[in-house]
């Protein structure tokens, strides 16, 4: 008898992910059978990256530029996380916003409640020579993702009982009545690939998102396409900076980890598998969940 039923609505968006990177030409296996998102200079790396390619159906084509592959892998993974968290309703309800701030020049990290005062201080370093040149501008944050959550109304809070009224409450940000700003929920660190120095550079806007807010941290997240495990492993593990790892194709990960250590690579298998079970990488279909904590 045949399924008719459909597929979660997880599993399509991820499938779907999965296709617009190969359509797009962010994932392609080039005429020496080495995938984009690999280090044609590391044999791991294009052992284990050709076997995920080989998962996904990636075709032979032409490596995009680094800058280009990034910004349509922001802009796909935006896609995704667009695709699925808002329907979390039931776990999470609120109006939500998720915007791909590459491609959104009218908004920054100011626009949000909890760093509004960077718009400020911008400012005044900008008249200040002596300020600018003390700070620098290391209290810039730039994300790549963020997820924004909407204040809401008083009628909205006091739909079901009173809640609030005039005399209560008085500073809290979700209350619109107080702030017109969007709070920041989350900000997704989007990396195609993930070499040393862009590691760095997601632990840099984390600890710049910690150190610089006003309230509570958003989530801070990276999702990446990295295959080679011990370039993932400089980043998930480690200090606390950073929520999760968030794997474009964990499980075709995992199946080409194993299938390439089984050949007396163990300490490949053991390093993800620590990463795995340490809860510090998990796959881009977790993510939507634990912005829902």
């Known amino acids: 008898m045949k399924n008719n039923a459909a597929k979660p609505i997880f599993v399509e968006a991820r499938d779907q992910f999965h296709r617009a990177l190969v359509r797009r ?91 509004e005062h960077l718009a400020h201080l911008a400012k005044v370093i900008h008249s200040d020579s002596q300020l600018a040149t003390m700070l620098g501008n290391g209290y810039v944050v730039a994300p790549d993702i963020v997820i924004s959550r909407v204040p809401c109304e008083d009628e909205e809070i006091n739909s079901v009982r009173r809640f609030v ?15 017109p700003l969007e709070i920041m929920h989350a900000s997704v660190s989007a990396k195609w690939t993930m070499r040393s120095d862009r590691a760095q550079n997601s632990r840099t806007e984390a600890l710049n998102l ?55 690579r163990e300490d490949v298998i053991e390093l993800l598998d620590m990463m795995v079970n340490g809860k510090c990488l998990k796959d881009i279909s977790d993510l939507p969940l634990d912005l829902a904590c």
Do not use: M
Not at 77 to 96: E, H, K, S, Y
Not at 167 to 175: Q, S
Not at 211 to 237: C, D, F
Not at 254 to 262: C, H, L, W
């Open 25 to 115: 030409g962010v994932l392609v296996v080039d005429k020496a059978g080495v995938p984009s998102n690999s280090d044609k200079d590391n044999r791991p790396s294009c052992a284990i990256g050709g076997l995920i390619a080989a998962r996904l159906k990636a075709k032979c084509g032409v490596k995009l530029p680094a800058q280009t592959a990034g910004s349509i892998f922001e802009e796909l993974v935006c896609d995704f996380l667009n695709a699925t968290f808002p329907q979390l309703q039931n776990l999470r309800p609120g109006q939500w916003n998720i915007f791909n701030l590459g491609n959104n020049n009218t908004v920054k990290t100011s626009s949000f409640v909890q760093y």
């Open 165 to 179: 009224d005039g005399t209560v409450a008085l500073k809290a940000d979700i209350r619109r009545k107080n702030n």
């Open 210 to 264: 910690i150190r610089n807010r006003k309230g509570r941290v958003p989530h801070i997240v990276v999702v990446t396409g990295e295959p080679l495990p011990s370039r993932l492993a400089s980043l998930a593990l480690g200090t606390g900076d950073i929520d999760c790892i968030y794997h474009f194709a964990l499980h075709e990960l995992i199946d080409a980890v194993r299938e390439y250590g089984k050949d007396g």
